[in-house]
């Protein structure tokens, strides 16, 4: 069964930083590109970032470009983004997903879990009050 977990989201406040992380069980990331979409409340799934197979290729919503970092660890079998200076409009559910490229350089663009061979649960950023 091919499943992502997302951890590391929690309370932030405006311009703090946050790093989550995404493990994935029942199959190998190295042949996937992985990406990161997010869903603030009451507010359209948007695509935060992607990374190709291999790492060789990355890239961002230009709302978050400067400020968050997409990495992958293939022998670990993880993905995570570094996020810094957080605004206030990204507090939502960050999503992490996985693709099977077939060893084609790029990644998803998608927002729908049917886009994706993987899709996680969801780890909440959340701001006080």
């Known amino acids: 069964q091919l499943q992502l977990v997302e951890s590391g989201g929690g309370l932030v406040q405006p311009g703090g930083s946050l790093r989550l992380s995404c493990a994935a069980s029942g199959f190998s990331l190295r042949s996937y590109s992985v990406s990161w979409i997010r869903q603030a409340p009451g507010k359209e799934r948007e695509g935060v970032s992607c990374?190709?197979?291999?790492?060789?290729?990355?890239d961002y919503a230009d709302s978050v470009m400067g400020r968050f970092t997409i990495s992958r660890d293939d022998a670990n079998n993880a993905v995570y983004l570094e996020m810094g200076n957080l605004k206030p409009e990204e507090k939502a559910t960050y999503y992490c997903a996985a693709r099977w490229e077939q060893g084609r350089p790029g990644c998803a663009r998608g927002l729908d879990k049917g886009d994706y061979t993987a899709w996680g649960q969801g780890a909440q950023v959340t701001g006080s009050s």
């Open positions: 990374l190709s197979v291999g790492g060789v290729g990355a």
